[in-house]
């Protein structure tokens, strides 16, 4: 069997439902030898995403993100998104972010794989959460975090 893998992310700063469903979706993938899974990304400073929004405007690089940071409009400054790619293709193959949003959208994520405007493969969100709807109740994250 393969091994799912979570190099380099820290998935405790991620809310704890979220980080319950990376787990579930880990085991998933764990079972399965064609999905070696490896998350990329997690929780996201205001300067991290700042840095990502400015690729392909201010910065070189292909645009890979619509979210200001500044704006806390990504999930992944709520703690509430991963990235992940193919331990064994990387970001090469499309099946296998298919295969994954699938089991994904199965243990509770949005899957950036779905959308129409602005396709994400990479991308998961918990989709018990909303931004917009956290940025109403709570206005900040630090007042986000306190709940937990």
Known sequence: MSASVSNKVNLSLL???TRNKVSRLM??????????????AGFRSREEQ???YSLGRTEPGKI????????????????IA??????????????????????????????????????????LQDADFKVADLKKQYGTLEKFLATW
């Open 27 to 40: 085991d998933l993938c764990r079972d399965r030898d064609d999905l070696p899974l490896l998350i990329t």
């Open 82 to 123: 991963v990235d992940f790619c193919s331990a064994k293709d990387g970001y090469n193959n499309e099946a296998f972010f298919m295969t994954v949003a699938e089991l994904a959208e199965s243990v509770g994520f949005e899957a950036g794989a779905r959308w129409v405007n602005f396709r994400d493969l990479p991308h």
């Open 15 to 17: 809310h704890p439902s």
């Open 64 to 79: 890979v993100t619509k979210a200001k940071g500044s704006e806390y409009a990504s999930p992944h400054q709520w703690a």
């Open 50 to 52: 700042d840095a990502l």
